[in-house]
């Protein structure tokens, strides 16, 4: 009985011996990908992921610690839709009194760069040590970005705001489901410019389109031990 207490207790120093390993390595930074689909608040529609769109783009995100990230993203967001069958009357000639409805389609897609930032709800790592990290956390998100249509022709800015999940999958890989919806400054990312003939006003009446994608990402850049020490 006696060996057998030893031998699960080597047995544990050994387990045990990987992990504190696990918890004096941390990353800097993450490389991944996005993969989804996105839909688009404007003129040809009103309702969320009504018309949804493919989403594939790249991120690299920036490790502040372990409660705080800066993702930095870029990606194409296909496009199209016609205001054919749109409920509200869209006057053909909007300077003149007319019955005629306006009629037309669009399709391309939406170019997007990023940078957010995420503010986690636990504190996020793979080994839970006596920091208390957790492999998995929701988020908030908020940042800026700009954007460009070929479908309109436009070059605007957005203001992505969001929430998401993040998941530990391995000691270096990340798994994350994010959505985010991008307010954008311009009314013509659908190549239709206030068709009803109402002026729109900072973010009253333009162009908004969502992103729902899960993200796969790797972590690199290993931080220095005497860096991990100091924090501690």
């Known amino acids: 009985m006696k060996y057998f207490h030893l031998t699960v207790l080597l047995l544990l120093c050994l387990v045990a011996q990987p992990v504190a390993a696990q918890e004096e390595e941390h990353y800097t930074k993450e490389i991944g990908l996005?993969?989804?689909?996105?839909?688009?608040?404007?003129?040809?529609?009103?309702?969320?992921?009504?018309?949804?769109?493919?989403?594939g783009g790249a991120m690299l995100r920036f490790i502040l610690n372990p409660r705080m990230a800066i993702?930095?993203?870029?990606?194409?967001?296909?496009?199209?839709?016609?205001?054919?069958?749109v409920k509200e009357f869209y006057p053909s000639v909007l300077?003149?009194?007319?019955?005629?409805?306006?009629q037309g389609s669009f399709k391309g897609g939406i170019t997007d760069l990023s940078a957010t930032y995420e503010l986690h709800f636990l504190p996020y790592g793979y080994a839970r040590g006596y920091q208390n990290y957790r492999r998995f956390t929701p988020y908030v998100q908020f940042g800026f970005g700009l954007c460009?249509?070929?479908?309109?022709?436009a070059f605007t800015a957005n203001i992505p705001i969001?929430?998401?999940f993040k998941w530990k999958i391995g000691p270096r890989i990340n798994m994350a489901l994010d959505w985010a919806m991008h307010l954008s400054l311009s009314?013509?990312?659908?190549?239709?410019?206030?068709?009803?003939?109402?002026?729109?006003?900072?973010?009253?009446?333009?162009?908004?389109?969502?992103?729902?994608?899960?993200?796969?990402?790797?972590?690199?850049?290993?931080?220095?031990?005497?860096?991990?020490?100091?924090?501690?």
């Open 162 to 164: 969001g929430v998401g």
């Open 95 to 102: 300077d003149q009194s007319t019955t005629e409805r306006l």
């Open 187 to 232: 009314d013509k990312l659908d190549n239709f410019s206030a068709p009803t003939g109402i002026p729109t006003e900072m973010f009253r009446g333009k162009d908004n389109y969502c992103l729902t994608t899960l993200t796969l990402s790797y972590d690199f850049a290993k931080k220095c031990p005497a860096c991990q020490k100091a924090e501690r």
């Open 148 to 153: 460009y249509s070929d479908a309109g022709r």
């Open 34 to 55: 996005a993969l989804g689909g996105n839909s688009m608040l404007n003129d040809a529609n009103q309702t969320l992921y009504a018309d949804s769109k493919f989403t």
């Open 71 to 85: 993702k930095t993203m870029v990606s194409y967001n296909m496009i199209g839709g016609s205001v054919d069958g």
